[in-house]
């Protein structure tokens, strides 16, 4: 009933910069927070920011100054923009959205089917 397609993901020399969009589509009702996470080989999946619906933002350590979250509600969509890149940034991404598909119904977790950025040193 709801789909995440992300978009943006790539290969790019450190130091560069990509911005990952995600537009959301179905029954949606209300979104809370949006996300993005990411997975590296090997590794577990991580936060890397977050942004809820006041505006509210969150950043892992890793990426503080570097990455920007946005939101769009208007258009159920979200970004990520990325800079100063480096190569322990290469990983999955994953487009994560917290929604209600009508009032009343609980919130779900729902995720898009993620991004390939690749940072090349």
């Known amino acids: 009933q709801v789909q995440l397609v992300e978009s943006g993901g790539g290969l790019v020399q450190a130091g560069g910069s990509l911005r990952l969009s995600c537009a959301i589509s179905?029954?949606?009702?209300?979104?809370?927070?949006m996300g993005w996470y990411r997975q590296a080989p090997g590794k577990q999946r991580e936060l890397v920011a977050s942004i809820h619906s006041g505006g509210r933002t969150n950043y892992a350590n890793s990426v503080k100054g570097r990455f920007t979250i946005s939101r769009d509600n208007a258009k159920n969509a979200v970004a990520l923009q990325m800079n100063s890149l480096k190569s322990e940034d290469t990983a999955v991404y994953y487009c994560?959205?917290?929604?209600?598909?009508?009032?009343?119904?609980?919130?779900?977790?729902?995720w898009g089917q993620g991004t390939q950025v690749t940072v090349s040193s």
């Open positions: 994560n959205a917290v929604i209600s598909t009508k009032y009343g119904s609980p919130w779900t977790n729902n």
């Open positions: 179905g029954r949606i009702f209300s979104i809370n927070a």
